[in-house]
């Protein structure tokens, strides 16, 4: 089974009015995150904007948050691109800061075929010597790592784990088959992580984390850890409003900023085109985070 385990926030990219990342902002928020006891943190995913950054701007965020971190959780650090090339590129950099892994989606513009998949991974896995979690996102690369191609990548020596973002919770048993339990399951889907801990995933890459990292790690030790399905069950029921805003709104990282603002933290602007949070939609995550008690009344 993988190396990596546990609540991994997937870090969002605060950014200035002038569009500039806040690399002191992120900072705070990894500090503050690292200290309400998550395993592990994630920059440059889905919820931290990746495609919208540079080159220069990753490399900058992959070092600021390895360096914040300190060695005191592991730091997975995303590194998907449309080319293998640019993947293994961005994969050694992870590597040469000190990550604990790549977190690497299948190129997205030009739709790969299974036996494409695996050559992209293959030559990732050859290349670097760094564990690497598949992200399968369907719904946002448009490309779907079907169970029976997890399977042929779970044989790689450096494949340790798959984040499942597919919303079917029903493939984590065919994949534990296929795989004969050696890879590592992460839930990838907000409203759906009870469920995933049921069927036996090791962790979850957590969007939700950002703002109530406790419950997030408490979900999993009450699941995972102590067994305790009623109370692990009652704490879902409350995070169950917010995770599902967050999975279904369309509106995940503006409704982070806004939300880390409220809550002292950094949350700043997103990468443009995309626009602060309407009156209506700020209403909703006020009520949301009041009903957790992250905010006041």
């Given at each position: 089974?993988?190396?990596?385990?546990?609540?991994?926030?997937?870090?969002?990219?605060?950014?200035?009015?002038?569009?500039?990342?806040?690399?002191?902002?992120?900072?705070?928020?990894?500090?503050?995150?690292?200290?309400?006891?998550?395993?592990?943190?994630?920059?440059?995913?889905?919820?931290?904007?990746?495609?919208?950054?540079?080159?220069?701007?990753?490399?900058?965020?992959?070092?600021?948050?390895?360096?914040?971190?300190?060695?005191?959780?592991?730091?997975?650090?995303?590194?998907?691109?449309?080319?293998?090339?640019?993947?293994?590129?961005?994969?050694?950099?992870?590597?040469?800061?000190?990550?604990?892994?790549?977190?690497?989606?299948?190129?997205?513009?030009?739709?790969?075929?299974?036996?494409?998949?695996?050559?992209?991974?293959?030559?990732?896995?050859?290349?670097?010597?760094?564990?690497?979690?598949?992200?399968?996102?369907?719904?946002?690369?448009?490309?779907?790592?079907?169970p029976e191609t997890v399977a042929r990548l779970a044989e790689l020596p450096t494949i340790d784990c798959l984040k499942e973002s597919s919303g079917d919770f029903r493939r984590i048993a065919r994949i534990r088959q296929l795989t004969d339990e050696q890879l590592g399951i992460f839930c990838g889907w907000e409203d759906m992580a009870y469920e995933f801990f049921l069927m036996g995933a090791i962790g979850w890459v957590c969007v939700i984390g950002n703002v109530v990292p406790k419950m997030a790690v408490d979900?999993?030790?009450?699941?995972?850890?102590?067994?305790?399905?009623?109370?692990?069950?009652?704490?879902?029921?409350?995070?169950?409003?917010?995770?599902?805003?967050?999975?279904?709104?369309?509106?995940?990282?503006?409704?982070?900023?806004?939300?880390?603002?409220?809550?002292?933290?950094?949350?700043?602007?997103?990468?443009?085109?995309?626009?602060?949070?309407?009156?209506?939609?700020?209403?909703?995550?006020?009520?949301?985070?009041?009903?957790?008690?992250?905010?006041?009344?």
């Open positions: 089974m993988g190396k990596l385990r546990g609540i991994y926030v997937v870090l969002v990219t605060p950014f200035t009015a002038d569009g500039d990342v806040n690399y002191e902002g992120m900072k705070e928020n990894v500090e503050w995150l690292v200290d309400q006891g998550v395993h592990g943190v994630i920059p440059l995913g889905s919820t931290g904007e990746f495609a919208s950054l540079n080159d220069r701007e990753k490399r900058q965020v992959t070092e600021t948050v390895i360096d914040t971190v300190n060695g005191r959780v592991p730091v997975v650090v995303g590194a998907s691109a449309e080319t293998t090339e640019r993947a293994i590129e961005y994969a050694k950099q992870a590597k040469q800061f000190g990550a604990a892994g790549a977190l690497i989606l299948p190129p997205w513009y030009y739709t790969p075929d299974p036996d494409e998949i695996v050559h992209h991974y293959t030559r990732i896995c050859e290349a670097v010597d760094l564990p690497i979690m598949i992200y399968n996102n369907p719904f946002t690369s448009k490309v779907d790592i079907e979900l999993f030790r009450l699941v995972r850890e102590k067994k305790d399905l009623e109370s692990a069950w009652a704490l879902y029921k409350r995070m169950l409003p917010l995770l599902r805003y967050l999975e279904y709104a369309g509106k995940t990282q503006k409704a982070l900023k806004y939300a880390l603002g409220k809550m002292g933290l950094c949350g700043g602007y997103s990468s443009s085109p995309k626009l602060p949070l309407d009156d209506i939609e700020q209403a909703k995550v006020d009520r949301l985070l009041q009903d957790l008690g992250v905010i006041q009344g």
